[in-house]
Structure formats: structure tokens, C-alpha cells
């Protein structure tokens, strides 16, 4: 099963994207963040395999994330490539 966290500042989008990912049988869509900082706190919080981050959306945005090691760790049993 591949997590998934998903970020825009665009509310509806981010629903219709959850719905459309979360259909996929071997995908499941953990969180939704309204922003990168959101981003941030909600994976720090319950880490996921991928990001998907709109480009542009107040605050941090998905093409400049913060640093690699600004991330948490992968949980024990996971990768982390």
C-alpha cells in the first residue's frame, strides 16, 4: 500500500484528487494539507510514502521544500528512497 499526503491551498481540488487516488487499490490517501507548513506538521506527525504539493500556494510551497534533513526519519520498517 503506498501512503500518500496531499497539499493545496484549493480545498475542492484536493478532495477530487483524495477521491480519485483513494480509489486505487494499492494507494491510500493519509492526510490533506491546506499549505506546505501544513504539510510539514501533518508528516512529521504520520509519515508518508509520497508528497504530492501544488507549486504554488501560500506560505511553503512544493517548489522550494525545506531542506531534506528538516524531515523526520522514515519509521522503523520503512525506507526512506
Given at each position: 500500500m503506498i501512503r500518500?499526503?496531499?497539499a493545496d491551498d484549493e480545498p475542492l481540488f484536493t478532495m477530487g484528487?483524495?477521491?480519485l487516488l483513494g480509489a486505487q487499490p494499492d494507494m491510500e490517501?493519509?492526510?490533506r494539507a491546506v499549505d506546505g507548513n501544513d504539510?510539514?506538521?501533518r508528516n512529521a506527525?504520520?509519515?508518508v510514502d509520497v508528497l504530492l504539493l501544488d507549486v504554488q500556494m501560500p506560505g511553503l510551497d512544493g517548489l522550494l521544500p525545506p531542506p531534506a534533513s528538516s524531515w523526520p526519519a522514515a519509521p522503523a520498517g520503512?525506507?526512506?528512497s
Open positions: 500518500l499526503g496531499l484528487l483524495a477521491m490517501v493519509v492526510w504539510a510539514l506538521m506527525a504520520d509519515p520503512r525506507s526512506s
